[in-house]
T-cell receptor, first 111, second 115 residues
């Protein structure tokens, strides 16, 4: 069975703080994909990043970075120097035979 | 490039009534998905179409939910009769050809309230 756990329900930070969103997954598949999506108040989910199970290289994109560790089945997402526009719900997702989403972490960035 | 279009944006109905949602995916996208997102939860796949054929409807409550994608473009999702627990946001998404590593493009959703 596949499962995605986002233990942090809600995080509040002040602008310019760094924040890390945790994601832990479970799967028996040897080939799978991990995703992060952002859901702003407007409602549509926006793709942020994709990782396949064979690529443990960390990635940085501007203020965003992702840390994938197969040994701990984690795919954590860090926002550096957070901004008010980062306020949204962030979903981690796992794709084996199906795409399974976690329950999301609501990030509130206060000015 | 136009995104995934959904309508209506909001819908309020009473239990046992019927309701329909419409989705127009991104032009050229062969794969279309309907997700149900209950408040405080992640989206859950209801049905996946590849062109006009159903790929996965294992989590669709078929006694009350139905969906179609005639001509392999637009899609409608119907609930009849609605129950209180159907209150949720219904998200439509599309992707180019349904490969495992594809990113999905989502619409803004239809927020359904069943009273």
């Amino acid at each position: 069975a596949q499962k995605v756990t986002q233990a942090q329900t809600e995080i509040s930070v002040v602008e310019k703080e760094d924040v890390t969103l945790d994601c832990v997954y479970e799967t028996r598949d040897t080939t799978y994909y991990l995703f992060w999506y952002k859901q702003p108040p407007s409602g549509e989910l926006v793709f942020l990043i994709r990782r396949n199970s064979f690529d443990e290289q960390n990635e940085i994109s501007g203020r965003y970075s992702w840390n994938f560790q197969k040994s701990t089945s984690s795919f954590n997402f860090t926002i550096t120097a957070s901004q008010v526009v980062d306020s949204a719900v962030y979903f981690c997702a796992l794709k084996g035979d199906k795409l399974i989403f976690g329950t999301g972490t609501r990030l509130q960035v206060f000015p | 490039e136009a995104g995934v279009a959904q309508s209506p944006r909001y819908k309020i109905i009473e239990k046992r009534q019927s309701v329909a949602f419409w989705c127009n995916p991104i032009s050229g996208h062969a794969t279309l998905y309907w997700y149900q997102q209950i408040l405080g939860q992640g989206p859950k796949l209801l049905i996946q179409f590849q062109n006009n054929g159903v790929v996965d409807d294992s989590q669709l409550p078929k006694d009350r939910f139905s969906a179609e994608r005639l001509k392999g473009v637009d899609s409608t999702l119907k609930i009849q009769p609605a129950k209180l627990e159907d209150s949720a946001v219904y998200l439509c998404a599309s992707s180019l050809d349904g490969r495992s590593n594809e990113k999905l493009f989502f619409g803004s959703g239809t927020q359904l309230s069943v009273l």
